[in-house]
């Protein structure tokens, strides 16, 4: 069949900004830090394209923006369902707490004129996971018409989404809280080139993982995607950056919110080590987030050096001991600040860290 003949799909992934304090939407012309939950739905909703999940005669159009480095071109996204027949579905990915009134009024435009939308992340998940019921703006979304997607989309979840949305039959709630998908063998997370091209500079971004260990009282990650350690394995991590390096991208996010309880996180730092220092790799470098534990893992800060790791985030929260206790953050000691810095700090001048 040719492409001529085939049904469009369209899928629109919108990661949105917020409102400043006077209403004007935060936007920036280049940014920074890359939307992982962004980089995860592409590469699944390829992979859905891919496999056909929505017969051989269906052709997908995907498009992604993130709303802090462009304009989400709104009326050309109407324009293109109403030329194109249709057929598809908006998805607002990644939504935090704070984004969730942007994205409602774009959500609205495109209601008004029939476009299925959905909205995931971290404020309908979370909401849903720690609530007792649906906050306002959450049962306001679904009077709208808008279905919301709770927890996580591999293992099929999405195509399942996809599916319904092509036969417009939308659930107004998907709720795979319950039910977190393993990582392994997942399709991978890809930046999408339209994205990557509005950052300061080429990065790329994926988790290894999703869980964090400990428990504090303020997080939605341990409430979301739980306290066991989901992981992905080396070979897939390997492939990606591979893939990455194609595309003359070195330089990675990786966005686990605790990599030092990621379970796999030796084999990865191995896989690493291994490309770097027999494989030409030397140039791979990465970003991560741990907590203040992580220098006390055995070997994890001399491993994270070799594998290139130049730069971590690390969760102080407060050097107030009576403010962590209060939000159960009993694994910050203040009096271990001082040893922890060092102890990265003489990783960073052992011209390992910083050896690029
Ligand atoms: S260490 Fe960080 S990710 Fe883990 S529970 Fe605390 S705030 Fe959440």
Redesign the pocket.
């Known amino acids: 069949m040719s492409n001529s003949t085939k049904t469009k799909f369209f899928v629109e992934l919108i990661k949105p900004s917020h409102y400043d304090d006077d209403g004007y939407v935060i936007q920036w012309r280049r940014s920074w830090i890359p939307s992982n939950t962004l980089v995860c739905i592409y590469g699944l909703t390829q992979d859905a394209a891919e496999q056909n999940t929505l017969g051989s005669d269906v052709e997908f159009d995907i498009n992604a923006y993130d709303e802090m480095n462009i304009v989400i071109p709104v009326a050309d996204i109407i324009r293109r369902f109403k030329d194109g027949g249709g057929n598809g579905v908006v998805l607002f990915v990644g939504v935090q707490s704070n984004q969730f009134p942007r994205t409602m009024d774009i959500a609205r435009k495109l209601r008004d004129e029939h476009i299925q939308v959905a909205i995931g992340g971290f404020h309908t998940s979370g909401c849903i996971a720690m609530l007792p019921q649906l906050p306002e703006e959450l049962k306001e979304a679904t009077e709208a018409g808008i279905t919301l997607f709770a927890g996580e989309a591999e293992e099929g979840k999405l195509i399942n989404l996809l599916k319904d949305a092509y036969q417009r039959k939308m659930k107004p709630l998907y709720n795979f809280l319950g039910d977190l998908p393993g990582l392994e063998g997942q399709p991978m997370p890809i930046m999408p080139t339209s994205v990557a091209k509005r950052l300061v500079s080429k990065i790329g971004c994926f988790d290894a993982g999703r869980e964090?260990?400990?428990?504090?009282s303020?997080?939605?990650?341990?409430n979301v995607q739980g306290?066991k350690s989901r992981y992905r394995n080396p070979d897939d991590i390997e492939k990606l950056i591979r893939s990455n390096l194609s595309n003359d991208i070195n330089d990675f996010f990786l966005t686990d919110?605790?990599f030092a309880?990621n379970k796999n996180g030796e084999a990865v730092f191995d896989r690493l080590i291994d490309l770097r220092e027999n494989h030409g790799f030397k140039h791979v470098k990465f970003t991560m987030?741990i907590?203040?534990l992580a220098h006390k893992i055995k070997n994890f800060v001399s491993k994270a050096a070799s594998a290139g790791c130049r730069r971590v985030f690390i969760?102080l929260?407060s050097i107030n001991p009576e403010n962590l206790e209060a939000v159960n953050?009993r694994?910050n000691k203040i009096t271990e600040y001082r040893k922890m810095f060092q102890t990265w700090r003489n990783a960073s001048h052992s011209s390992i860290l910083w050896n690029h």
């Open positions: 964090c260990s400990f428990l504090c303020f997080c939605t990650v341990i306290r919110d605790n309880r987030q907590d203040s969760g929260e953050k694994q």
